[in-house]
C-alpha cells in the first residue's frame, strides 16, 4: 500500500532497510546464538543518522516525530528485532528528556544521543514493579545538592552498554505512584554499576541487565521535572512509544512472513512447490493482510499523536496490542509452512517466532494493555 510517506520518510525507510540488509541478516544467527550486542552495527546506524531521528533540530537532531521512528524501528526489525530493540532502546531512554527536561538537560544529553555517540536506556522495571509500575522501591532521597539513589532495576534494554539512563525512583514512598520521580543517571557515577545479564529466549541480541544503586549520588540538577512527576512522565513516554513496538512486531511479522513466502515458493512435495496447496495459498494470504492491517493501524496511530494529539492511551494500547498479538500468529504461521525445517536454528523463521512473543509482554503486557483500553470505555472514551 501507498501511506504517502514525505520524502524523508521514504529516505528513512530506505536507509534501515540497507543496513538491515548488508550489516544485520549476515550476522544476525551468530548474534542471537551467542547472545551478543553489536557496537558495530550501533555505529552503523549512527552513521546513517537514524538515531537523530527523534531528537530536535535545535539538538542536532532531524526532529522526526514518532512515523518516523516507528519506520526505522520496523524497517530493522524485519531483519532483527535484537539489534531494532537496541536501536529503540536508546529513543525509549530519550523521551523522558524530550517530555520532562528543561533547556539545559537537553542541551546537554541530547546531541550526543543524536549523533550515536552515547546510548540511552530507560529504567522502570523492577522485581516487584512489572505490571504494577507504580510499585517502585528504588529510593531518592534528597541530601544538600544530590539525590540518594538506592534500589535495582530489572529487564532493562541496553542495561550495560547504554551511557544516559533515565531512573524511576521514588523521593516520597508515603504518596505511591505520586510520589514518583524522574532522574538523569550517566554510565560511570559512583554507586551505580550493572548485575546479572539476563539469558533470553528471544532478542538476544539486546543487552538486558539490572542496574544497581548503592548510596548512588546523583547532582540535584539531573532532576527530570519536578518530584512527583515520575510516572506521570513514564505514562507519557509510554503512550508516544508503544506504538513503536507495534512497528517492531509488524517487522519481525514482515520478515516472517517474506522467509516463509519464499520458502513455499521453493519446497516441493507431491511433485510441485507448496505455494500451489490452497492450504498454503489460505495461510499466507491470512498473513499479509494481518500485517498489512497492523502496519495501517501503527502508522495511523503514529501519524495521530504526532500531530499532537491528546488522550491518545487507548489507541496507543490498541496498536500493541493488535500487531503484537498478530506477530505471534504470522510467526508460528510461518514455522509451520517451513514445516520440520522451521524448528531449526539453519532457518531465521524459529528466530523470529522467539523474537515475537517479548512484543505481547514489554511496555506492559497486552493483558495491562486491555485493561487500559477498557478502563477508558468505562469512562466512555468510545
Known amino acids: 500500500m501507498n501511506y504517502f510517506l514525505s520524502d524523508e520518510q521514504k529516505q528513512i525507510k530506505k536507509l534501515a532497510r540497507k ?3 548488508e550489516k544485520i541478516v549476515p550476522i544476525r544467527a551468530e548474534l542471537d546464538e551467542k547472545a551478543e550486542f553489536s557496537h558495530e552495527i550501533m555505529q552503523e546506524i549512527a552513521k546513517i543518522g537514524l538515531f537523530s531521528i527523534f531528537v530536535p533540530e535545535e539538538y542536532e537532531g532531524l526532529g522526526g516525530g514518532i512515523l518516523d521512528f516507528c519506520i526505522a524501528v520496523e524497517e530493522l526489525s524485519r531483519a532483527c528485532s535484537g539489534v531494532a530493540v537496541s536501536y529503540a532502546g ?63 532495576k530489572q529487564f532493562i534494554t541496553n542495561g550495560g552498554v547504554a551511557d544516559i539512563y533515565t531512573i524511576i525512583a521514588s523521593t516520597n514512598p508515603k504518596k505511591g505512584a505520586r510520589g514518583l520521580s524522574a532522574f538523569i543517571v550517566e554510565k560511570g557515577t559512583s554507586g551505580f554499576t550493572f548485575g546479572k545479564e539476563e539469558n533470553k529466549m528471544g532478542i538476544r541480541a539486546s543487552a538486558t541487565s539490572e542496574l544497581l544503586f548503592e548510596n548512588c549520588r546523583v547532582p540535584k540538577e539531573n532532576l527530570l ?26 517487522g519481525i511479522a514482515q520478515g516472517a512472513y517474506e522467509e516463509a513466502a519464499r520458502h513455499a515458493r521453493e519446497r516441493v512435495q507431491f511433485g510441485k512447490t507448496i505455494i500451489n496447496f490452497q492450504a498454503i495459498q489460505f495461510m499466507l494470504a491470512d498473513m499479509a493482510t494481518q500485517i498489512e492491517a497492523a502496519r495501517a493501524f501503527v502508522y495511523a496511530v503514529s501519524r495521530w499523536i ?9 489507541v496507543s ?9 498478530m506477530c505471534m500468529r504470522v510467526t508460528t504461521d510461518a514455522v509451520q509452512i517451513f514445516g520440520g525445517y522451521g524448528y531449526m536454528r539453519d532457518y531465521p523463521v524459529e528466530k523470529m517466532m522467539r523474537d515475537a512473543k517479548i512484543t505481547q509482554i514489554y511496555e506492559g503486557t497486552n493483558q ?11 469512562k466512555g472514551d468510545i
Do not use: H, W
Open 90 to 152: 536508546s529513543g525509549l531512554g530519550t523521551y523522558p528528556i524530550l517530555i520532562a527536561g528543561n533547556p539545559e538537560q537537553k542541551k546537554k544529553y541530547l546531541p550526543s544521543i543524536a549523533s550515536g555517540e552515547k546510548l540511552a536506556a530507560f529504567g522502570l522495571t523492577e522485581a516487584n514493579a512489572g505490571s504494577d509500575a507504580s510499585n517502585v522501591q528504588t529510593t531518592a532521597v534528597l541530601d544538600g545538592d544530590s539525590y540518594i539513589l538506592n534500589g535495582t
Open 317 to 325: 494500547s490498541m496498536t500493541k496490542v493488535f500487531a503484537s498479538d
Open 19 to 21: 543496513i538491515a540488509e
Open 368 to 378: 495491562i494493555q486491555r485493561l487500559v483500553i477498557g478502563s477508558s470505555i468505562m
Open 225 to 250: 521535572g519536578k518530584e512527583g512527576r515520575g510516572f506521570l512522565t513514564a505514562m507519557r513516554l509510554f503512550e508516544k512509544t508503544r506504538p513503536c513496538i507495534g512497528a517492531q512486531a509488524v
Open 306 to 314: 504526532d500531530s499532537g494529539a491528546k488522550n491518545v492511551g487507548k
